[in-house]
């Protein structure tokens, strides 16, 4: 049983470019989260969206990012112009919500912006 | 609003010594509450969690957590640390099962030989 994927694991852009970055949750799950863990700091929640909804993107910065997770395909996190301060490691993670069942990781993007 | 503090952000052990990572937490509703490890270039593994009933929960690799709720702590253990523990922890709040984590800002453990 696959767990939750991610790619690419490092992308690397130059300041203005846009990022992509891309989860696929574990079979079955259809709620997907994203966090931003920056250097020497802890995971920081950004959106949590459910298939073709967002339910809570209240850790979205306002400017420059977008999440999305349609019908079909993965859960598409969306940076447009980076700058550096956008360089970090980007977790998406996947639930079912059925009982007690926690969150499940991918390994993360890294991204570094130059 | 929820929030998770972990005192210490580097802790040092000598090999086969008590592992104690602290977490205390805030939260306005029955909290459920969690442990995870982060390796080098890894994602969160989930360690242990807990969400009702025994206040004691045991976790993988020989963790355990208890959840105190008069001290709103959930204070991680390991009776005797192997080198293959150094890693970074986490602990994480959520007001409910399979939701949002709000996590701490992670303590480093070093496992010395």
């Known amino acids: 049983n696959a767990g939750v994927m991610q790619n690419p694991r490092h992308l690397v852009r130059r300041r203005g470019q846009e990022a992509r970055l891309r989860c696929s949750p574990m079979?079955?799950?259809?709620?997907v989260y994203w966090y931003r863990q920056l250097p020497e700091e802890g995971l920081k929640f950004m959106v949590y969206?459910?298939?073709?909804?967002?339910?809570?993107e209240s850790g979205m910065p306002k400017e420059r990012f977008s999440a999305e997770f349609p019908k079909e395909g993965p859960s598409i996190l969306r940076i447009q112009q980076v700058v550096r301060g956008d360089s970090a490691a980007y977790f998406c993670?996947?639930?079912?919500?059925?009982?007690?069942?926690?969150?499940?990781f991918g390994n993360g993007t890294r991204l570094t912006v130059t | 609003a929820q929030s998770v503090t972990q005192l210490g952000s580097h802790v040092s052990v000598s090999e086969g010594a008590l592992v104690l990572l602290r977490c205390n937490y805030s939260?306005?509703?029955?909290?459920?509450l969690f442990w995870y490890v982060q390796y080098p270039n890894q994602g969160l593994q989930l360690l242990l969690k807990?969400?009702?009933?025994?206040?004691l929960v045991k976790g993988i690799n020989g963790f355990e957590a208890e959840f105190k709720k008069s001290e709103t702590s959930f204070h991680l253990t390991k009776p005797s640390a192997h080198m293959s523990d150094a890693a970074e922890y986490f602990c994480?709040?959520?007001?409910?099962?399979?939701?949002?984590?709000?996590f701490g800002q992670g303590t480093e453990l070093s496992v010395k030989p």
């Open positions: 993670a996947s639930s079912d919500r059925q009982g007690y069942s926690p969150l499940h």
């Open positions: 079979k079955g799950h259809s709620h």
């Open positions: 969206l459910q298939k073709e909804n967002i339910i809570d």
């Open positions: 939260s306005s509703v029955p909290p459920y």
């Open positions: 807990y969400t009702t009933g025994a206040t």
């Open positions: 994480a709040v959520s007001e409910e099962t399979g939701g949002k984590l709000i």
